[in-house]
């Protein structure tokens, strides 16, 4: 089967379960995308890398790239396998000594591991078929910022910082592995960068 190339192009708050996140691929050179809902600790494992954020000590997943590499393991890529049920399930492609071996993962470490790795993301077309959206079909796209809005708000109100006070704050919240409330710093500042 030809495989299709995937790339991130972003991670929303869900809605519909309480604590999880909307992960978006979406196929390189096309419209149609794979949302799939992960947990916060995943979420925040990708958002950190993505947003190469320096952690104090290693997370898990830095933790199993240095050991892979400490023993010339290399992963070249990710395939997005199946589609089961409303789950994916994903495999990683591993190579020591020229023997590659696949391994099962669940898709949601296996992307936070390409992202460390800087390995392409791959899935199959039947899995577009059956899991994809078209990107104009996105329908609650505008919703579904507005939790993480509420949820900046409800943990406290960032707009009342000042941007050096907020730099500070991340780099504590960094410090402290307050990972969840250094993405919201981050994001308020971001923010800030677009509009001035």
């Known amino acids: 089967m030809e495989k299709i190339r995937l790339e991130i192009i972003g991670m929303k708050y869900s809605q519909s379960q309480s604590g999880a996140y909307a992960l978006i691929l ?20 990708i958002a950190i890398e993505l947003e190469k954020i320096r952690t104090p000590r290693p997370l898990t997943h830095d ?16 395939v997005i396998n199946n589609f089961q049920d409303g789950v994916f399930f994903a495999k990683l492609v591993c190579i020591q000594d020229e023997n590659e071996q696949e391994v099962d993962s669940r898709t949601s470490d296996a992307i936070a591991l ?3 790795f800087n390995c392409p993301i791959y899935t199959y077309e039947h899995i577009l078929e059956a899991a994809g959206i ?8 505008e919703e579904q910022e507005e939790p993480k809005q509420q949820t900046v708000a409800a943990d406290e109100n960032l707009t009342a910082y000042s941007t050096t006070e907020l730099t500070e704050m991340l780099q504590q919240a960094v410090e402290r592995e307050e990972y969840e409330k250094a ?9 800030r960068q677009k509009n001035t």
């Open 26 to 45: 979406e196929e390189r050179n096309g419209r149609r995308r794979l949302p799939i809902i992960i947990g916060s600790f995943e979420a925040q494992a």
């Open 114 to 116: 390409s992202l460390r």
């Open 63 to 78: 933790l199993f790239r240095s050991f892979a590499e400490a023993y010339g393991i290399r992963l070249t890529e990710v």
């Open 183 to 191: 993405s919201l710093i981050r994001d308020e500042l971001k923010k």
């Open 134 to 141: 078209m990107a104009e079909e996105e329908p609650e796209q």
